[in-house]
């Protein structure tokens, strides 16, 4: 059996070991809602007490999440087959696995010890580049630019972890070198954030949202951003309810209804071009 790799990530970065755990422990499952024997396999080589991180609710909203997330990218790569993915802090991320259509570009980047890590799993082609750089920084910038337009890039559970002038900055970057762009990301209510001590997986990690927002769609819009789809994880996509068991389907209609339901959001955006100088 291969040796297995250690992981030594700061606490923000920690948290990429739980949609991974979550992908892994949904495709075991007799009726997965998805199937990534990839994130199976990269569990099975890391060296990491996954079991303290549960079987909960997160590893359920984790996964629709991702669905979510993989609905709208797949959505773009129907409009633009051979248009470019940018994950904006990649982590063990496998969208590139599960969504691929043999012509579209991907660019993944992330601090350089998890780009090390990744490393270890992925390899760079003709079309997929990795590299090591800041979530909130610039240095992907020219790696991007020579992929070919359009582009979507995307924010699961990354600048939810910077602070808030850093995620606006990001936000800046893309604005300043791609107007026009896609930007999917993710936000959470100040009583979310006030609850986190409490949640059921980042209790276990040292890392916890940076910053909250009750208006979304006007703090965005403050960025740069123009909103185009916003959902919670109960009132997914059309793609994703269809994909549920009817039992969840009734349960997550349930909880959408109550205030816990409504204090995550994940927003599907266009990139507004910065006002001229």
Not at 109 to 124: S, T
Request: charged share 25%; with cysteine.
């Amino acid at each position: 059996m291969p040796d297995k790799h250690t992981v030594a990530l700061p606490a923000a970065q920690e948290t990429l070991l739980i949609p991974l755990y979550a992908r892994a422990l949904e495709t075991r499952k007799r009726r997965p809602l998805l199937r990534d024997p990839r994130s199976v396999a990269m569990v099975e080589r890391i060296d990491y007490d996954f079991a303290r991180l549960g079987t909960g609710r997160s590893m359920i909203g984790a996964v629709l999440r991702g669905m979510i997330v993989d609905a709208w990218v797949s959505g773009f790569l129907a409009a633009n087959p051979s248009g470019t993915v940018v994950e904006i802090g990649a982590g063990l991320n496998t969208r590139h696995e599960r969504l691929d259509n043999g012509r579209a570009h991907w660019v993944e980047y992330d601090l350089p010890e998890v780009i090390d890590l990744r490393k270890r799993f992925f390899a760079d082609t003709e079309r997929r580049t990795m590299l090591a750089a800041s979530a909130t920084g610039e240095e992907w910038v020219p790696a991007v630019k020579t992929r070919p337009g359009p582009y979507l890039f995307v924010s699961e559970a990354v600048l939810i972890y910077a602070s808030r002038t850093g995620a606006a900055e990001a936000v800046g970057h893309i604005r300043r070198h791609f107007p026009g762009a896609g930007l999917i990301m993710d936000t959470f209510t100040t009583t979310a954030v006030s609850m986190m001590d409490s949640h059921d997986t980042l209790r276990h990690m040292r890392a916890r949202p940076a910053w909250s927002v009750d208006d979304p769609a006007s703090e965005l819009a403050r960025w740069g951003l123009s909103v185009e789809r916003t959902c919670t994880l109960p009132r997914a996509t059309p793609e994703v309810r269809r994909a549920l068991p009817l039992g969840m389907r009734l349960t997550t209609a349930l909880i959408d209804r109550t205030p816990p339901g409504r204090r995550y959001h994940l927003h599907n955006t266009r990139v507004t071009p910065c006002p001229p100088r």
